[in-house]
């Protein structure tokens, strides 16, 4: 199989490597940085604007396309050129070609749920995002579905939960304080990428959503507790959310982000077989704990 990874980031970089001992694969960036990078993960790039079909005219055919671009963190009008308008482009390019791809992974997020009061959602939930960057996120979702379908390409959506590992784990964060309340949602980079390409070699979720999170989502007050215990360090401050929105210094969409809570279910992409590598935290922070206990934790 021949696969083209366009947005080849953070966990862009581990699905290439988890891909390229049984696949030809290609990783797809803008910056020498980011090329470097790929070559280092041991398989091929290519550089292009994946916002631009001329560039992506350089990509090699692929039997399939992940779409796993982000936005760096910008505003919503970034948001919708990379998700909705770069992933229109990308597949109008490669869906045009004398040999296209029957398949598209777009890698999305747990934040198109919205707001369920720390109720379950899975992925028969309907979608009710609340700031504009998730809408545009759920925008982007209907593309990969229904333009995928247009050009006879099966699209499916991967959504991601809160991406932790090697540089994310934000650690002192949590053990500092002050910890907000509410829940964690959360998938290592990893066991992220291992979905995708599970999804991918078993031939799984043609056309379908599937929500990549690990087994235990966890209040974020519990989880900086244990994460305080586990560095043998005093349990950090607490605020409320109530606490936390009486802060003048918040955006409207930082103050949504703040009141929304819900749990994720994982079952589905247990049913399909994948097993995890970091079914929780306990295991997928033990090496950024040691890190820090061993006083090498940056």
Not at 265 to 280: C, H, I, K, M, V
Request: hydrophobic residues 35%.
């Amino acid at each position: 199989m021949r696969v083209a990874i366009l947005g080849c980031g953070y966990v862009g970089l581990e699905l290439g490597r988890q891909l390229a001992d049984d696949h030809e694969v290609v990783g797809v960036r803008r910056s020498q940085d980011g090329l470097d990078a790929i070559e280092s993960a041991g398989f091929e790039s290519v550089q292009a604007d994946i916002t631009e079909a001329t560039e992506l005219a350089s990509v090699p055919d692929a039997d399939a396309v992940v779409f796993a671009a982000s936005s760096g963190g910008r505003g919503a009008e970034a948001a919708r050129e990379v998700y909705v308008e770069g992933l229109r482009t990308a597949i109008e390019q490669f869906g045009g070609r004398e040999d296209s791809p029957d398949r598209l992974v777009y890698t999305s997020s747990t934040g198109v749920y919205g707001d369920h009061g720390g109720d379950w959602v899975d992925e028969e939930t309907p979608l009710d995002p609340t700031t504009e960057k998730t809408r545009v996120l759920a925008e982007a979702e209907r593309v990969a579905h229904e333009v995928a379908a247009d050009y006879g390409i099966d699209g499916t959506v991967a959504r991601f939960a809160g991406l932790y590992g090697p540089d994310r784990y934000r650690l002192t964060r949590y053990v500092d304080g002050p910890v907000t309340e509410g829940f964690l949602n959360m998938i290592h980079r990893d066991d992220a990428a291992g979905a995708v390409r599970y999804l991918l070699a078993e031939d799984l979720a043609r056309d379908e959503a599937v929500l990549v999170v690990d087994d235990e989502p966890v209040s974020k007050w519990a989880f900086a507790d244990w994460l305080a215990e586990q560095c043998g360090v005093p349990e950090p401050p607490k605020r409320t959310k109530a606490e936390r929105l009486d802060d003048g210094d918040l955006s409207e969409a930082a103050r949504r982000r703040i009141q929304t809570s819900k749990r994720c279910s994982n079952d589905r992409l247990q049913a399909f077989g994948y097993e995890f590598e970091y079914p929780t935290y306990r295991r997928g922070y033990r090496a950024a704990i040691d890190a820090y206990c061993a006083g090498e934790y940056r």
